[in-house]
């Protein structure tokens, strides 16, 4: 698509305002988000378990801006696809949990840990 003011872009610029003007509460506390997740991930963690769940949760962060940029434009199933995969990498907070046989744990860290093992 070309627009004038823009140059080209992707998607459908047209639909944006309809979406944001529907959903106000939702972008503004999206927009809300970045300072707070730009704080969470500028501490340092040292535990091979808190590294692997910072990684998660960058990847669901970055993930946000995806489905954000999916949705202004119209395209509400991909985004959705998008949203489901954030749920599942979320996964249920006792996979944080530690290992409840530790000296089982294959590496250092436990398969339990991460709810690998069944």
């Keep these: 698509m070309r627009n004038e003011k823009l140059g080209i872009v992707a998607g459908f610029p047209e639909f944006w305002p ?11 506390a999206a ?19 808190h590294k692997i769940l910072r990684h998660i949760s960058k990847t669901v962060s970055n993930s946000l801006g995806a489905l954000i940029v999916l949705v202004l434009n119209g395209y ?10 954030m749920a599942a990498a979320s996964g249920p907070p006792s996979c944080a949990a530690p290992p409840a046989k ?10 339990g840990a991460l709810g690998l093992n069944g």
């Design 18 to 28: 309809r979406v944001h003007d529907k959903f106000p509460l939702f972008f503004k």
């Design 31 to 49: 927009q809300e988000l970045e300072p707070i997740q730009n704080r969470i991930f500028q501490k340092q963690v040292s535990e091979p378990l």
């Design 76 to 85: 509400g199933n991909d985004a959705m696809r998008v949203a489901r995969t």
């Design 102 to 111: 530790p000296d089982r744990a294959p590496a250092p860290i436990a398969a």
